[in-house]
Structures are given as C-alpha cells and as structure tokens.
C-alpha cells in the first residue's frame, strides 16, 4: 500500500493513531484525572504548569503553550539545543548529561505551589529523569508522560538508575510503541511516528479536565483566545500585563 494511491493506507494510519488515542482515555482515565487535579490544585493554589521534553517531546511543552484554548500559566522549559537546534545530533548527546537538567530549572524562576509535566517515551536519559527529580526536589507534583511498555523494557541511562515512570508522581501511559514508529510497510521498514500527536492529546486533555474542574470549583480559569476572533487580542492583552514577569518566555 502506498499513500497517495487509494487512500487505504492514510485510513490505516488514520485507524492505529486513533486506536492509541481510544486506548489512553480507556486505559489511563484514572491517571489523566489525577493529572488533572494536580493541575488544577496548583493553578488554584497561584501555581504554573511547567511542561519539559526533550527532542520532538519538547514541542509538546511549546504546543501547550501560549497556545488558543489553552491554560495561560503554563510555563515551557525551553532549550532549543535539546531540541535539535541547531543539531540534532548535539541534543542526542545532551539529553544524557547528567547535570543540565539541573542548570536548566535553576535558570528558571520557580513558583510556589506549581505542578510539573515531563514528558519522555523511553523515560530512560539522564535529562528527564533529572528534571522530574529537580521538580521535585523544589516542591513541585510531578506527572510524567511515557510509553510504559517501552520504558520498562530498556535499562536506565543516568547516573540515578530510575527510568521517568519510577520518580514520577503520577504516570500517564502514552501507549507509544517501541521506538515511536507505529505503521510496518510490508517489506519495508516501521514508520509513522505518533508520539507528538498522542502526547499532545494528553496533555491538552489534561489541562481541559483541570480547566473544567476549576469551573466546578467557582474559579475562572485563564485561557489564551485566539486573537483572530472578536475581543481576542484585547483579553490576552490582560494576561500579557498580569504574567510577563512570571511566564518568561512571552
């Protein structure tokens, strides 16, 4: 099967991210609710949301970001030579220095009561698992998102010998296979890799469920509106003065 022929294959493509996707909210609703609180504990608590990958897992701490729909504190921790700026190869390397996890977060100004998201697939390099720990180490709940049947079968590759799902608070299953490639072409090599959709469904889930519980709780969550709507630019306008200081990257 080719893409771009009948159309089979972009169905079958179609079919496996939605059959992950149907798996997460099955399997993981107890862990996606859980998140969710802490999520909502800290916002109400005047907390962030800190979010961090590495690699393609970075985008996802961006997408969540500053992002329409999305919760306004919420916080990236951004490197871009983690992510593959200007060499991918580089950020191999770095995501298992033990240590820069650590230089990252102190460069960054924590806020009390605040919730972290870290978000591997292997779980297994020095970087995330350092982050989860440091998170921790300054107060913060932390909720790890990784494929579990893939963490679980590679040996620790950090000084700490923990994989992300072991020091976590809360572990959400991405249900990711091996390797992050999910289609086999017959006769052909795995391709397709499904991580970023998958992992950004869970965390804009997550950070909807908290946005609905802060609701049931008679709070008003903030959150960007896009500013090709009526009064959209006008509203963020309002966050922009109250969070510049806070949420660095604005």
């Given at each position: 099967m080719a893409v771009g022929g009948s159309g089979a294959t972009a169905s079958r493509l179609s079919e496996l991210v939605a059959g992950i996707i149907s798996r997460v909210v099955a399997e993981e609703a107890e862990s996606l609710e859980r998140a969710a609180e802490m999520v909502a504990d800290a916002i109400a608590s005047g907390g962030l949301e800190y979010l961090f990958g590495t690699g393609h897992s970075m985008l996802v701490a961006l997408e969540a970001s500053f992002r329409a729909g999305g919760l306004?504190?919420?916080?990236?921790?951004?490197?871009?030579?983690?992510?593959?700026?200007?060499?991918?190869?580089?950020?191999?390397?770095?995501?298992?220095?033990?240590?820069?996890?650590?230089?990252?977060?102190?460069?960054a100004t924590v806020v009390p009561n605040s919730v972290g998201v870290v978000v591997s697939n292997s779980g297994k390099n020095s970087v995330p698992v350092e982050m989860a720990l440091e998170m921790r180490a300054r107060g913060m709940r932390v909720v790890g998102v990784t494929s579990l049947e893939y963490s679980r079968a590679l040996a620790p590759e950090n000084p700490y010998g923990k994989r992300l799902f072991e020091v976590v608070d809360v572990v959400i299953d991405n249900k990711v296979p091996a390797g992050d490639a999910a289609y086999e072409i017959p006769g052909g090599p795995r391709v397709f890799p499904v991580s970023?959709?998958?992992?950004?469904?869970?965390?804009?889930?997550?950070?909807?469920?908290?946005?609905?519980?802060?609701?049931?709780?008679?709070?008003?969550?903030?959150?960007?509106?896009?500013?090709?709507?009526?009064?959209?630019?006008?509203?963020?306008?309002?966050?922009?003065?109250?969070?510049?200081?806070?949420?660095?990257?604005?």
């Open positions: 306004v504190r919420t916080l990236p921790l951004v490197d871009l030579s983690l992510m593959g700026v200007p060499s991918a190869i580089r950020a191999s390397h770095l995501e298992r220095l033990p240590g820069y996890a650590r230089a990252l977060i102190e460069s970023t959709v998958v992992n950004s469904f869970i965390v804009h889930a997550v950070n909807s469920l908290a946005a609905e519980l802060l609701v049931a709780r008679g709070y008003e969550p903030e959150v960007w509106t896009s500013v090709n709507v009526p009064g959209g630019r006008e509203r963020n306008q309002l966050y922009l003065r109250r969070y510049r200081d806070v949420l660095r990257y604005l």
